[in-house]
Nanobody, 127 residues
């Protein structure tokens, strides 16, 4: 069974940076496409960024383009989300997600595309 454990969240001031990590276990990591989602209070869980199995294809939500970077290391079974120039609107619980059986260039942007989820990590950006 796949397990995902996020870490790296916290409290940061506007303009600051954080890097979230998602540790993957239970299956062969390279066989999975990965995504980062976030959910603010009272809002839907939305895609932030996604990456295909080998890291050569990525997707970013418009709201984070140019500020966030998703990357992975298959040997370390980890995917990261580097977040720069953070804004109060970035405040949310951030979730890591995995989709299996996808050795392709495709990235996935919908919640229903993913099979496994982490427990989430809180990111709070103060103004």
């Amino acid at each position: 069974q796949v397990q995902l454990v996020e870490s790296g969240g916290g409290l940061v001031q506007t303009g600051g940076s954080l890097t979230l990590s998602c540790a993957f276990s239970g299956r062969l990591f390279s066989g999975y496409s990965m995504g980062w989602f976030r959910q603010a209070p009272g809002k839907e869980r939305d895609i932030v960024a996604a990456i295909n199995w080998n890291g050569r294809s990525t997707y970013y939500a418009d709201s984070v383009k140019g500020r966030f970077t998703i990357f992975r290391n298959n040997a370390k079974h980890t995917v990261w989300l580097q977040m720069n120039n953070l804004e109060p609107d970035d405040t949310a619980v951030y979730y890591c997600a995995a989709r299996g059986g996808t050795y392709s260039v495709d990235v996935y942007t919908k919640r229903r595309d993913y099979d496994y989820w982490g427990q989430g990590t809180q990111v709070t950006v103060s103004s």
